[in-house]
């Protein structure tokens, strides 16, 4: 579930932080700037691991900032395909199951991945498993295990200006592409529940 990723990068240090050890400093900084953060392609960055390298620092003219190139493993939330994972159901809708965990909310189970015989119940706001004559109910807020099938990189792009009600500045109409890819989490993952353990947790229990 979580791994060590090396990464490589040049960090400005404020000049409010000089009176700091400079690996203090450092640290302070890259957590700022990577923790709780999406890296494309490598997955959500819990924190920094340690420092590996550290070069000495550099100065650049009108600012009052040091720069310093740095190497650093952190420590990465990426599960593997097929890990098995607990969370617990947020929502459920027609088209699936939305699954939070402790710090990662991302997760979605299609109704084409649930147990074979799974059908929703709009009145229970349930899925229900349909087991050898025995329903047995997935309903929200209740402990569930998934299987990873998939991992969701999306690019999204900064965002533009607003105005003062909220709606974006010089925003295009036939951009409803763009705008659809915007609304869509830079990480996902996809998972499933087919096999014996998976769902509720006490279920197996």
């Known amino acids: 579930m979580f791994i060590l990723s090396r990464i490589s990068d040049l960090i400005r240090i404020p000049p409010d932080q000089f009176?700091?050890?400079?690996?203090?400093?450092?640290?302070?900084e890259l957590n700022k700037k990577y923790s709780n953060k999406i890296i494309q392609n490598l997955g959500l960055v819990i924190s920094v691991w340690d420092l590996i390298k550290v070069d000495d620092g550099l100065l650049k003219p009108g600012d009052g900032a040091s720069f310093i190139k740095i190497e650093a493993r952190v420590v990465v939330f990426r599960p593997f395909v097929g890990e098995v994972l607990t969370g617990w159901i947020e929502?459920?809708?027609?088209?699936?199951?939305?699954?939070?965990?402790?710090?990662?909310?991302?997760?979605?189970?299609?109704?084409?991945?649930?147990?074979?015989?799974?059908?929703?119940?709009?009145?229970?706001?349930?899925?229900?498993?349909?087991?050898d004559d025995?329903?047995?109910?997935?309903?929200?807020?209740?402990?569930?295990?998934?299987?990873?099938?998939?991992?969701?990189?999306?690019?999204v792009?900064?965002?533009?200006?607003?105005?003062?009600?909220?709606?974006?500045?010089?925003?295009?109409?036939?951009?409803?592409?763009?705008?659809?890819?915007?609304?869509?989490?830079?990480?996902?993952?996809?998972g499933s529940c087919q096999t014996d353990g998976m769902g509720v947790a006490s279920w197996w229990d």
């Open 19 to 28: 009176n700091k050890d400079a690996r203090k400093a450092i640290l302070f």
């Open 91 to 131: 929502k459920c809708t027609s088209e699936g199951i939305q699954v939070k965990m402790e710090f990662f909310n991302e997760v979605f189970i299609p109704k084409n991945l649930l147990f074979e015989g799974s059908e929703y119940s709009i009145n229970e706001n349930a899925w229900i498993w349909n087991a």
């Open 134 to 155: 025995t329903k047995l109910y997935l309903d929200v807020n209740e402990k569930i295990r998934f299987r990873v099938e998939e991992e969701i990189f999306v690019n």
């Open 157 to 190: 792009k900064p965002t533009g200006p607003i105005s003062i009600d909220g709606t974006p500045i010089n925003n295009n109409d036939n951009d409803d592409e763009n705008q659809e890819k915007e609304n869509k989490p830079s990480y996902a993952i996809l």
